[in-house]
Nanobody, 126 residues
Framework: VQLQASGGGLVQPGGSLRLSCTAS??????????INWFRQGPGLEREGVAC????????YYLDSVKGRFTISRDNAKKTVTLQMNSLKPDDTAVYYC??????????????????WGQGTQVTVSS
């Protein structure tokens, strides 16, 4: 499945952004997959931020975003959303959404990135 992230931008510290993930292609549809959001800052490795199982029943978060970020999905609309509140400069990165290598479940360490497409830039700065 080919995934595309959108919704990034420039925001001041303490602000909010809402990222969306949509899918294209003829393979298994987005609603089949657990979906990860991960980010990659300049000169940094990829870092898993959040994951949601295919049913939406379970979610997982990086410790540093717990209480600030919320991952959700609407399988009828074929969209996965990452609501980001109380943003900090350390959140600055390119954000990507990906399917999980475990299929319908999330990899426990938020590192099961299977397939992803174009990311979206998030810049938190005053």
């Amino acid at each position: 499945v080919q995934l595309q992230a959108s919704g990034g931008g420039l925001v001041q510290p303490g602000g909010s952004l809402r990222l969306s993930c949509t899918a294209s292609g003829v393979s298994l549809p987005l609603e089949y997959w657990a979906i990860n959001w991960f980010r990659q800052g300049p000169g940094l490795e990829r870092e898993g931020v959040a994951c949601i199982t295919s049913s939406g029943a379970e979610t997982y978060y990086l410790d540093s975003v717990k209480g600030r970020f919320t991952i959700s999905r609407d399988n009828a609309k074929k969209t996965v959303t990452l609501q980001m509140n109380s943003l900090k400069p350390d959140d600055t990165a390119v954000y990507y959404c990906s399917s999980d290598i475990l299929g319908t479940f999330c990899s426990p360490k938020l590192n099961g990135f299977a397939s992803w497409g174009q990311g979206t830039q998030v810049t938190v700065s005053s």
